[in-house]
C-alpha cells in the first residue's frame, strides 16, 4: 500500500555552539504513520544540510554577518515531506569587527545617451574588501551595484543632474562621497526606457497582476488575501478570495490570469491560491468591478504547499489553454514525477479539465522545474519560464512540449547529482544569472523583448529574443528600487512593475511597503 502521509513538522528549533562560521541546529522529533527516515535544513528556501532520521540536530556551515531564517523539514521513507517548522532567525556574528571604510571613489565620469546617464569611476580600496557602490543623484541614493559602472535610465529629457558615487564594504562602513560631476540628458529617449511613474503603493505584498482595457489593474495582495482594482491612481478592493491561507514564507494568494476576452465577454478571473492543505488554481467571475463569490469554481488542488518554492505564477497562452507554474514544495524529487503536480509547468482548459494533447495525458506540460514563478509567451506562440536556483544559478527557459529541465539533478548547467547536466533528454537553458544577480520572479515579452523582474538582484533583466537565443541583454533599475517581484505589459505596451522589500519572508499581512511603478518605454 502507498504511504501518502507526510510526517508532522519538527518543532522546537535552537541553536547552540553559534560562532561567525558554525552552530549546531537541533529540533524535536517529527512523527510519521511510518517513521521519519530524514531531515532537510534550509535558511530562506535555500537547502543546507540533510541528516538522517534518527537525529535531531545538525552542524551548519554560516556566512559571517548573514541574517537567516532557519527551518527543518521531516521526510518519510516514500519521500513524503512535513510541512516546515517554525522559522527560527539567527544574526550570525562577525568573525572581526571592521570600522574602517573604503576610500573614496575617484575620477568619476558620466556620459549621457538620450535620457539615459551611464556613469563609471576608479575603484576604491579597502582594508578586507570592497562589495559595493551607492549611487546618488541630486544628493538622494538611486541604486547600488558590485561594478565600476552604473546606467541610470528613465530620466527627463534636457535636464542636468549631478552624480555622486560612494564605496560600501562587508561591514556597511560607507566611505566619503566622491565629489559631484553634472550631466545632462538629451532633448529625445533613445533608450529602452524613457521614464518611470509611481503610480502607488501598498501595505502587502502585490503579486499577481493583470491589466484590463479601461488601462486599469488588478493585483493580489499575498498575505492580505485580497484583489484591488488600480484605476488613475485610485485603489479599490474588489474581493477578498476565500479559503486562503499562508505558509509563514511565502504562500498565499499568488498568481491570477483573465483571457483576452476579459471583462466584456468573459469575466472569469483565475487564481492560484495556497489552502490550508495545498496549493490550487481556483476562478472566480468579475462582475461590475467586484469579485462575484458566489460563482468561484475549484479548478485544480492538490498541488503540493510548503513554506517556500510555491510557485505560482498563472498565462493564458495564444492557444486558450492556462498555464500554472508550480514549486517542488521542498520536495525535490517531486519534480522528476511525472506523476506529480509538484515542480511543473502545468497546462489546462479553462474549465480545468486537461487538454487532450496534453504530453503525458494528465497535467502536466513541462517538469523538472524547481520554483517557477515566471511565464510569458512571445510573438511566436513560444512559452518562455524564470525559475529560483538553489543558491547557485537562477535560469531562463525555453520550453518545449514535455521537456524535461534537469531540477533537482541539475540547476542551470551545475550538475548537482548523477550524470548531473549531462543526463540524456535534459534541455538546457537558454540562460544563466548567479542567484546573487537574480532571484527572479515575474517576467514580460512586449515585441520579443524579454523583461525579467529579480529579488535578491535589485533590478530587471532585458533580453532581445533572437530565434532561441537571448541577446542584446541589459540591466535596468539596478539597486534603484529595490526587490523586484513582478512586471507586466500594460494595455498601452509599456510595463506594470511591483515591488517586495518588505515582509516577503513571512505570511504577516500589511506589514510591507511596497510601490507599484508605470513604466515607459521606448516604442
Excluded at 26 to 45: F, L
Excluded at 296 to 311: A, C, S
Aim: glycine share 10%; proline share 5%; with cysteine.
Amino acid at each position: 500500500m502507498n504511504d501518502t502521509t507526510a510526517p508532522t513538522p519538527p518543532t522546537n528549533l535552537r541553536l547552540s555552539n553559534l560562532t561567525c562560521t558554525s552552530a549546531t541546529l537541533s529540533w524535536n522529533a517529527a512523527t510519521d504513520d511510518i517513521a521519519v527516515s530524514a531531515y532537510d535544513v534550509y535558511h530562506d528556501g535555500q537547502f543546507m544540510v540533510n541528516v538522517d532520521g534518527t537525529k535531531l540536530s545538525a552542524a551548519l556551515t554560516l556566512e559571517p554577518g548573514a541574517n537567516w531564517g532557519l527551518y527543518v523539514n521531516a521526510v518519510d521513507a516514500a519521500g513524503n515531506v512535513s510541512q516546515a517548522s517554525t522559522t527560527l532567525q539567527v544574526g550570525v556574528p562577525q568573525c572581526e569587527t571592521d570600522v574602517t571604510p573604503p576610500t573614496t571613489p575617484t575620477n568619476v565620469e558620466g556620459a549621457a545617451t538620450g535620457t539615459s546617464i551611464t556613469l563609471s569611476w576608479t575603484a576604491s580600496t579597502d582594508n578586507v574588501q570592497v562589495t559595493g557602490y551607492d549611487i546618488y543623484r541630486n544628493n538622494a541614493k538611486v541604486g547600488t551595484t558590485p561594478d565600476l559602472t552604473y546606467v541610470d535610465s528613465g530620466l527627463t529629457a534636457n535636464t542636468t543632474y549631478q552624480y555622486s558615487i560612494a564605496a560600501r564594504d562587508g561591514q556597511e562602513n560607507v566611505s566619503a562621497r566622491s565629489a559631484n560631476i553634472s550631466v545632462t540628458t538629451g532633448s529625445v529617449c533613445s533608450s529602452p526606457v524613457c521614464s518611470v511613474e509611481q503610480v502607488t503603493t501598498d501595505t502587502d505584498i502585490p503579486w499577481g497582476l493583470v491589466a484590463l482595457p479601461d488601462g486599469s489593474i488588478l493585483y493580489s495582495r499575498r498575505d492580505a488575501h485580497d484583489i484591488i482594482r488600480l484605476h488613475d491612481g485610485v485603489k479599490t478592493t474588489v474581493g477578498t478570495v476565500p479559503n486562503v491561507e499562508s505558509t509563514d514564507g511565502e504562500g498565499g494568494l499568488l498568481g491570477l490570469a483573465v483571457t483576452q476576452d476579459f471583462p466584456a465577454d468573459d469575466p472569469w478571473l483565475y487564481i492560484f491560491h495556497t489552502s490550508a492543505t495545498d496549493n490550487r488554481v481556483v476562478r472566480i467571475q468579475y462582475i461590475n468591478d467586484e469579485l462575484d463569490l458566489s460563482t468561484q469554481e475549484v479548478l485544480l488542488t492538490g498541488i503540493l504547499r510548503n513554506k517556500f518554492h510555491d510557485g505560482g505564477r498563472l498565462r493564458f497562452g495564444p492557444d486558450g489553454k492556462l498555464y500554472v507554474a508550480t514549486g517542488d514544495a521542498q520536495a525535490a524529487n517531486s519534480a522528476q514525477d511525472i506523476n506529480s503536480l509538484n515542480g511543473k509547468i502545468l497546462r489546462m482548459n479553462p474549465d480545468g479539465s486537461v487538454p487532450s494533447d496534453n504530453p503525458f495525458s494528465n497535467y502536466v506540460w513541462t517538469y523538472g522545474h524547481r520554483n517557477p514563478q515566471g511565464l510569458a509567451f512571445d510573438s511566436s506562440g513560444r512559452l518562455w519560464q524564470q525559475e529560483f536556483g538553489d543558491g547557485s544559478l537562477d535560469e531562463t527557459n525555453l520550453l518545449e512540449k514535455g521537456g524535461n529541465y534537469g531540477w533537482p539533478i541539475c540547476e542551470g548547467t551545475l550538475s548537482k547529482s548523477g550524470s548531473g547536466c549531462a543526463t540524456p533528454g535534459f534541455i538546457a537553458p537558454r540562460k544563466t544569472y548567479r542567484t546573487a544577480d537574480a532571484s527572479c520572479s515575474g517576467i514580460a515579452i512586449l515585441e520579443d523583448v524579454l523583461y525579467i523582474a529579480c529579488l535578491r538582484g535589485n533590478r530587471v533583466y532585458r533580453h532581445d529574443i533572437n530565434g532561441s537565443d537571448l541577446t542584446n541583454s541589459q540591466q535596468l533599475f539596478v539597486g534603484t528600487y529595490g526587490r523586484i517581484r513582478t512586471v507586466e505589459p500594460s494595455i498601452e505596451g509599456d510595463l506594470w512593475m511591483t515591488t517586495s522589500n518588505n515582509g516577503d519572508k513571512d505570511s504577516t499581512p500589511n506589514n510591507s511597503n511596497e510601490e507599484i511603478f508605470k513604466v515607459y518605454l521606448n516604442r
